[in-house]
């Protein structure tokens, strides 16, 4: 090719612009550079010290929430283990960690999570937290390469709102998305290594149910038996450690944080589920439940109809991705992270077949919406993050089914995508 060809042609930017359009890539841009600037504007302030503790200037701690993982590991590894769910000795510990008065964090976990977070209290606290927030983030933004072969994957990965909020506060959201597309990725092809991945997500009982749910209703048996095997060999690893006494004091800690849910102590406009949102309007508790409950059936209904069918992993990844959050009535913009998943999957697919109508309005809806539903809410009292979520799901359908319909009506070119993807030097995902 001569240098005059080489230099007409278009840059990455340029194709995708072109791709896109005009003014949707200009959405685009606006969007990616608005979340870069959150992301780097949340974690300065977050982590700007303000000696002698382990504080910022406004006096909040360095890590914030991590806090409580690195105090209710190192109370495990002193021998008291069912201390962590004593909200006066772990108050004690995370003023010893911080040294300086902070905000109470509450732990909330089952037993067996201090025993895998055991070697951060091993750690400095600060290097506890650096390990905890960048090696599942390392993870995931190589992860993120394999569902989108292209740079744009791993960026769009980091500086997605949900993955800032989770950097910021400390939390565990990129974790739980590390296990979950780490996990699926695994499925076909080493389906026991999928369940030994998967099982680990029963740290978060609420949101492994609907990944168990749709292994069950894919009917891989293997990764589901092998996922249940690691949920009950942790938790019987953490009775015979530690005893019962901290199981005894999980449940009890378990209903007080359903206490705090339905009395609003828990912030109901930093969460993203159907029950806070419905709270928050100011809708009655078994109303709130009602309304939970409905959604939660509505997307298991769905998630049932997508992974019954064998086909490419991807949009299906995709669909069980979305759900999660419209499951389970404690979700914080944080655990969405997850949902990134999805948003690379709808955007690769439009940007190799087209957009469809709405789907470039969802795919920003969905992009601002673990930030921009928390101010929003935090403004106005109503909390539309669960509505933007099903509006995801419900382009993420239109776009499974009518495709597996046109597939359907032209079974002879199917065989055209593997191969196009292996010249590509990538799997159809």
Not at 65 to 86: E, H, K, M, T
Not at 160 to 178: E, K, M, S, Y
């Amino acid at each position: 090719m001569s240098a005059t060809a080489e230099s007409n042609a278009p840059t990455p930017v340029a194709a995708q612009s072109g791709a896109l359009g005009r003014s949707r890539f200009a959405l685009v841009f606006t969007l990616a550079f608005a979340s870069l600037l959150w992301l780097l504007g949340g974690l300065a302030n977050g982590w700007w010290w303000h000696p002698p503790g382990l504080v910022n200037l406004a006096g909040v701690n360095i890590g914030r929430d991590f806090v409580a993982f690195w105090s209710a590991a190192g109370l495990a590894l002193s021998g008291q283990p069912a201390s962590a769910y004593d909200h006066a000795a772990l108050q004690a510990a995370e003023l010893h960690a911080i040294g300086a008065p902070v905000n109470f964090t509450a732990w909330f976990y089952p037993p067996f999570v201090q025993l895998l977070a055991a070697p951060l209290a091993l750690l400095p606290y600060l290097a506890a937290l650096l390990l905890w927030l960048l090696a599942p983030l390392s993870g995931l933004l190589v992860v993120a390469r394999r569902f989108a072969p292209h740079a744009w994957a791993a960026i769009a990965t980091l500086i997605f709102p949900a993955t800032a909020q989770c950097l910021i506060t400390g939390q565990n959201g990129i974790l739980t998305a590390l296990i979950v597309a780490g996990g699926l990725l695994q499925l076909e092809r080493r389906p026991i290594l999928a369940g030994l991945i998967l099982g680990t997500l029963s740290y978060k009982p609420h949101i492994a149910a609907p990944v168990f749910a749709a292994l069950l209703f894919g009917r891989y048996w293997q990764s589901l038996g092998t996922a249940v095997g690691v949920a009950a060999l942790l938790a019987a690893s953490s009775i015979v450690i530690f005893g019962l006494e901290p199981w005894i004091a999980f449940a009890r800690e378990s209903h007080y944080a359903t206490a705090l849910l339905e009395d609003g102590q828990l912030p109901w406009d930093f969460m993203a589920t159907v029950f806070a949102a419905a709270r928050l309007a100011g809708f009655a508790v078994p109303l709130a439940y009602a309304l939970q409950i409905a959604v939660a059936l509505a997307a298991l209904i769905a998630l049932y109809l997508v992974w019954r069918r064998r086909g490419s992993l991807g949009p299906r990844a995709a669909v069980l991705a979305a759900i999660i959050p419209l499951t389970t009535p404690f979700a914080y913009n944080y655990d969405l992270v997850v949902v990134v998943i999805a948003l690379i999957w709808l955007a690769r697919e439009g940007l190799q077949s087209g957009f469809r109508r709405g789907e470039i309005a969802v795919l920003a809806l969905a992009w601002a919406i673990p930030v921009a539903g928390w101010l929003l809410a935090s403004w106005s009292h109503v909390l539309v993050t669960p509505i933007v979520l099903v509006l995801l799901l419900g382009v993420l359908l239109r776009r499974v089914f009518s495709s597996a319909e046109r597939d359907v009506s032209r079974l002879p070119q199917r065989v055209s995508a593997p191969r196009l993807y292996q010249r590509a030097g990538s799997r159809p995902f």
